[in-house]
T-cell receptor, first 114, second 113 residues
Framework: DTGVSQDPRHKITKRGQNVTFRCDPI?????LYWYRQTLGQGPEFLTY????????KSRLLSDRFSAERPKGSFSTLEIQRTEQGDSAMYLC????????????FGPGTRLTVL | EDQVTQSPEALRLQEGESSSLNCSYT??????LFWYRQDPGKGPEFLFT???AGEEKEKERLKATLTKKESFLHITAPKPEDSATYLC??????????????FGEGTQLTVNP
């Protein structure tokens, strides 16, 4: 059973550096979502794709954030010029065309910005 | 804007002591209400989807119910392995944003042996 996978699992970076995370969804799932979660809070929506089209972006997604899903399969989330406030768990989820309300999450990427 | 409030923030139970977690929501055009379980350092694990008032779903010791304003997650005779944070989330019918999950802050459940 290949669930949603994310890489890396942990990333430590210095303020001002760029980072990129990867998400591989469940293979038959056409929708892919990115969320951010800070300690003690529920996940907050960032953006989502249907196939390769980015359909919605949250206002939380500043100009320093960009997400892509070039072939409708894996997705990348890049953060440029990281700030300490970007420290969080970045979660990816995917859903299938016939049950698109049910999103299945990956293990997350824990980002620490020093 | 959709809002989800969960209570209590934290709950400690003895093994076998049944209880309920609450999720109150404000959504214009509820599409679905979801319960997830999250263990420390891991992603949320899907538990249930509820679509309409009066609906109930069960899985092992967990039972989720839905009214027009809130949902309850009932835990019957819990075991220590049920210890986790339980998250509630909603989606709505309004356009492209309808697929995004809006989460509450979660209830951290601890079950002592």
């Amino acid at each position: 059973d290949t669930g949603v996978s994310q890489d890396p699992r942990h990333k430590i970076t210095k303020r001002g550096q760029n980072v990129t995370f990867r998400c591989d969804p469940i293979s038959e799932h056409n929708r892919l979502y990115w969320y951010r979660q800070t300690l003690g809070q529920g996940p907050e929506f960032l953006t989502y794709f249907q196939n390769e089209a980015q359909l919605e972006k949250s206002r939380l997604l500043s100009d320093r954030f960009s997400a892509e899903r070039p072939k409708g399969s894996f997705s990348t989330l890049e953060i440029q010029r990281t700030e300490q406030g970007d420290s969080a768990m970045y979660l990816c989820a995917s859903s299938s065309p016939d049950r698109d309300n049910e999103q299945f999450f990956g293990p997350g990427t824990r980002l620490t910005v020093l | 804007e959709d809002q989800v409030t969960q209570s209590p923030e934290a709950l400690r139970l003895q093994e076998g002591e049944s209880s309920s977690l609450n999720c109150s929501y404000t959504v214009s055009g509820l599409r679905g209400l979801f319960w997830y379980r999250q263990d420390p350092g891991k992603g949320p694990e899907f538990l249930f989807t509820l679509y309409s008032a009066g609906e109930e779903k069960e899985k092992e010791r967990l039972k989720a119910t839905l009214t027009k304003k809130e949902s309850f997650l009932h835990i019957t005779a819990p075991k220590p392995e049920d210890s986790a944070t339980y998250l509630c989330a909603v989606t709505h019918h309004r356009g492209a944003s309808g697929s995004r999950l809006t989460f509450g802050e979660g209830t951290q459940l601890t079950v002592n042996p």
